[in-house]
């Protein structure tokens, strides 16, 4: 039987090759021309990013000469001895990140919370707080209204400065509100209702375990949006052992650029430090954004391509 087998095998005629389809002329030229369009973009983008890389280890001569382009040159570690020497930067690592994490956790929390109810057709109201909200994004009350609210709350030299405002982005909120209503099938919440699960069930067992594209897209928009930010600490903080990182390079290289003067080699040399500051503080500003973006990275397309449809 075996040997039958193999011999009808053998004695089959060869499958015909498949022959490979010829594209057109006119699509190999658009293909040609998107590529080229493309990498032009990627390195308008990438480039920029590379070079404050290699500035930053490259000496502060062949920078300001013009020698470095595509790899560093002269390397020197100056830059990052001279930010890593003060214990100030550590104390804003500390309080950047006490802060990200406490403002990134309630703003998710605050967010999706809210979303789930905009998103739910029976809920009171629910045009009034869509148009409340919505006003938001197009009108405040600016500056001093906004520090004289903080103020009254007793927020003003306290950790909950930096955190409590601007919890909410609206922006955030409908994007939320758009994935629940294109992603979560009415068909779960009616299941899980007929099996006796309340609303707070609903929403800790069901809901938010299938929402885990939104979640990362609003945690990595927070946590970036919160790492950046300096601008509440320089209003709202005064003791600088609460300054976030960002506002603690700021001083450092505002200390560096006004520190430059008098004569001779000693201006000079202060002129070199103070441009290789600038580098180095965007790589230490700048790496744990790249250290979490990876983790999060697979779930982003998906989360703001369904966030964003349309209602």
Same mark, same amino acid.
């Given at each position: 039987?075996?040997?039958?087998?193999?011999?009808?095998?053998?004695?089959?005629?060869?499958?015909? @090759?498949?022959?490979? +389809?010829?594209?057109?002329?006119?699509?190999?030229?658009? %293909?040609?021309?998107?590529?080229?369009?493309?990498?032009?973009?990627? $390195?308008?983008?990438?480039?920029?990013?590379?070079?404050?890389?290699?500035?930053?280890?490259?000496?502060?001569?062949?920078?300001?000469?013009?020698?470095?382009?595509?790899?560093?040159?002269?390397?020197?570690?100056?830059?990052?001895?001279?930010?890593?020497?003060?214990?100030?930067?550590?104390?804003? %690592?500390?309080?950047?990140?006490?802060?990200?994490?406490?403002?990134? /956790?309630?703003? +998710?929390?605050?967010?999706?919370?809210? *979303?789930?109810?905009?998103?739910?057709?029976?809920?009171?109201?629910?045009?009034?707080?869509?148009i409340f909200f919505t006003i938001t994004m197009f009108f405040g009350?600016?500056?001093?209204?906004? %520090?004289?609210?903080?103020?009254?709350?007793?927020? +003003?030299?306290?950790?909950?400065?930096?955190?409590?405002?601007?919890?909410?982005? *609206?922006?955030?909120?409908? =994007? @939320?509100?758009?994935?629940?209503?294109?992603?979560?099938? &009415?068909?779960?919440?009616?299941? @899980?209702?007929? &099996?006796?699960?309340?609303? @707070?069930?609903?929403?800790?067992?069901?809901?938010?375990?299938?929402? $885990?594209?939104?979640?990362?897209?609003?945690?990595?928009?927070? *946590?970036?949006?919160?790492?950046?930010?300096?601008?509440?600490? =320089?209003i709202f903080l005064s003791d600088q052992n609460m300054y976030p990182?960002?506002?603690?390079?700021?001083?450092?290289?505002? *200390?560096?650029?006004? /520190?430059?003067?008098?004569?001779?080699?000693? =201006?000079?040399?202060?002129?070199?430090? $103070?441009?290789?500051?600038?580098?180095?503080?965007?790589?230490?500003?700048?790496?744990?954004?790249?250290?979490?973006?990876?983790?999060?990275?697979?779930f982003f397309a998906q989360g703001v391509l369904v966030g964003s449809?349309? &209602?």
């Amino acid at each position: 039987m075996e040997e039958t087998i193999k011999n009808e095998v053998q004695s089959s005629p060869p499958k015909p @090759a498949r022959k490979k +389809v010829k594209e057109p002329l006119g699509d190999r030229i658009y %293909y040609i021309i998107t590529y080229i369009i493309l990498g032009f973009l990627a $390195a308008i983008v990438i480039y920029p990013l590379w070079f404050v890389i290699i500035a930053s280890f490259s000496s502060a001569d062949a920078v300001l000469v013009g020698k470095v382009f595509i790899i560093p040159v002269d390397i020197d570690f100056a830059g990052y001895e001279k930010v890593f020497e003060r214990s100030d930067i550590w104390i804003g %690592y500390a309080n950047t990140i006490w802060y990200t994490v406490a403002y990134t /956790s309630l703003s +998710v929390l605050f967010t999706l919370t809210g *979303a789930w109810a905009l998103s739910r057709k029976n809920l009171p109201l629910r045009k009034f707080w869509m148009i409340f909200f919505t006003i938001t994004m197009f009108f405040g009350g600016g500056l001093i209204p906004f %520090y004289n609210i903080v103020s009254d709350l007793g927020m +003003v030299d306290t950790a909950w400065a930096i955190i409590l405002p601007g919890t909410v982005s *609206a922006w955030n909120l409908f =994007m @939320a509100k758009t994935f629940f209503q294109t992603g979560v099938p &009415d068909t779960i919440v009616e299941a @899980a209702e007929l &099996d006796g699960a309340n609303r @707070a069930r609903l929403f800790v067992s069901i809901i938010l375990p299938i929402s $885990a594209p939104i979640i990362a897209v609003l945690t990595l928009y927070y *946590a970036i949006g919160q790492w950046n930010s300096y601008f509440n600490a =320089m209003i709202f903080l005064s003791d600088q052992n609460m300054y976030p990182l960002q506002l603690v390079l700021k001083e450092i290289l505002t *200390a560096s650029e006004s /520190s430059v003067g008098g004569s001779g080699e000693t =201006m000079l040399e202060q002129f070199r430090l $103070a441009n290789q500051l600038k580098y180095v503080t965007v790589i230490v500003s700048s790496l744990p954004v790249f250290i979490l973006y990876p983790f999060v990275q697979k779930f982003f397309a998906q989360g703001v391509l369904v966030g964003s449809l349309k &209602d």
